[in-house]
């Protein structure tokens, strides 16, 4: 069983920055993939980003290229999602998910992920 704890969301003014955190805990972390994944009130869930379990390949949302990085570390057990210039339209809650299946660029499907974490609300005001 694998569980996911986010931290570090909170209020921002746009333009800001915030890291997010998501603390694995379970077996394997390393043979998981991870991914961010964000909904805000009355939208779909969208991915925001992934990371493969080496940390080779990444994927980012069009509307986060080049403002959003995520990495991880392995020996921690943590994915981090490290959010710049950030815009009112970023508000929302942002989940953390780990998949045990997906490879390569398969990492951007949220169907593939199996275990999500409670999510954790960052707020963009203008």
């Known amino acids: 069983q694998v569980q996911l704890v986010e931290s570090g969301g909170g209020l921002v003014q746009a333009g800001g920055s915030l890291r997010l955190f998501c603390a694995v805990s379970?077996?394997?972390?390393?043979?998981?993939?991870m991914g961010w994944f964000r909904q805000a009130p009355g939208k779909e869930r969208e991915i925001v980003a992934a990371?493969?379990?080496?940390?080779?390949?990444?994927y980012y949302g069009d509307s986060v290229k080049g403002r959003f990085t995520i990495s991880r570390d392995n020996a921690k057990n943590t994915v981090y999602l490290q959010m710049n210039s950030l815009k009112p339209e970023d508000t929302a809650v942002y989940y953390c998910a780990a998949s045990s299946t997906l490879l390569g660029t398969a990492i951007r499907q949220a169907s593939g992920y199996e275990y999500w974490g409670q999510g954790t609300q960052v707020t963009v005001s203008s």
């Open positions: 990371i493969g379990r080496n940390g080779g390949s990444t």
């Open positions: 379970g077996r394997s972390f390393s043979r998981h993939a």
